[in-house]
């Protein structure tokens, strides 16, 4: 069910502004933003235990093409909240946002594990756009390595 914001003053937006600007907040608090239609999506399909909440423009809602993930977000239990668009937009770290963006717990990786268990790694550090790691496995798998 997804809950209205209609406050600047609300501690998820407080949350919100603070993890957007702050890059030792999100270290804190052992969170990140995800943010755009596809990435949120992304993140729901494969780790959805890890979102913490998820912040919905109001103006997205009726779309026909949002409905199924609103459904989803709701089926998988995640707290959602709907704010108006200029409370969005205070939040919202992108110029032209897709109205979705999710706040979600860091995951706690045993790196011994992988790496006793891995063949090749590949290291990737402050990617900010999910399609360039993508691209970067991608051509990896295309020149075999």
Known sequence: MIEPITSSDNPKIKLMTKLSSSRTARKKAGLFIVEG????????????????FIIIDSDIIDIAQN??????IDKKNIRSFCVNSSLFKKVSTVKNSSGLIA???KPIWDYEEIIKNATKIAILDRIQNPSNSGAIIRNAA???I
């Open 67 to 72: 409905k199924s993930l609103i459904k989803l």
């Open 103 to 105: 706040i979600a717990k």
């Open 37 to 52: 239609l596809r990435h949120v999506q992304d993140l729901i399909d494969q780790k959805s235990e890890l979102v913490d």
């Open 142 to 144: 295309a020149f075999k």
